[in-house]
């Protein structure tokens, strides 16, 4: 763990807020001790509900290292990572998550996932968003194509 990289983040957050660039997060992802990527969070000037700083810095993180992968990789967040930033990073295979400000932090803010987090729980039917499964059969194809294909890339 390095201070300075944590600082780095937090910077980031707020350069992010005097810049009105959107929410009040920064993201920073470093390996092996060298920065590799940083970013704010981008929702409101991308509108992208996505542009979570943590999202953000992944995908810059991904470019600049040409891999989906980012095993050994450390990231250091202004604040705890939400559901969907969670989820990236472990798809990401990020080794090490740093995070200064909690969720609580963050929903005194304004910025509530408890929402999400029990909605997760929830079985479909009493989830807040209506789902449905249909053509179950026919979405098997796509993952039966997939396991007969010999040169497919593994992630």
């Known amino acids: 763990m390095d201070k300075e990289f944590m600082q780095l983040a937090i910077e980031t957050a707020l350069d992010n807020i005097k810049n009105n660039n959107g929410g009040p997060f920064g993201a920073v992802i470093v390996k092996d001790g060298v920065l590799i990527a940083k970013s704010p969070n981008t929702v409101t000037s991308s509108n992208d ?3 979570h700083a943590e999202i953000n810095a992944i995908r810059l993180a991904c470019k600049e290292l040409k891999t989906f992968d980012l ?85």
């Open 49 to 51: 509900p996505t542009a």
């Open 71 to 155: 095993s050994g990789c450390e990231i250091y967040s202004s604040c705890e990572p939400c559901p969907m930033c969670l989820s990236a990073i472990y798809w990401a295979r990020i080794s090490k998550v740093y995070y200064a400000a909690d969720r609580f932090d963050a929903q005194k803010a304004g910025f509530d996932d408890s929402f999400i987090y029990n909605e997760i729980s929830l079985s479909e039917k009493d989830r807040s968003i209506y789902m449905e499964n249909i053509m179950h059969k026919e979405g098997q194809l796509p993952f039966e194509l997939w396991e007969e294909t010999e040169n497919k890339t593994k992630y």
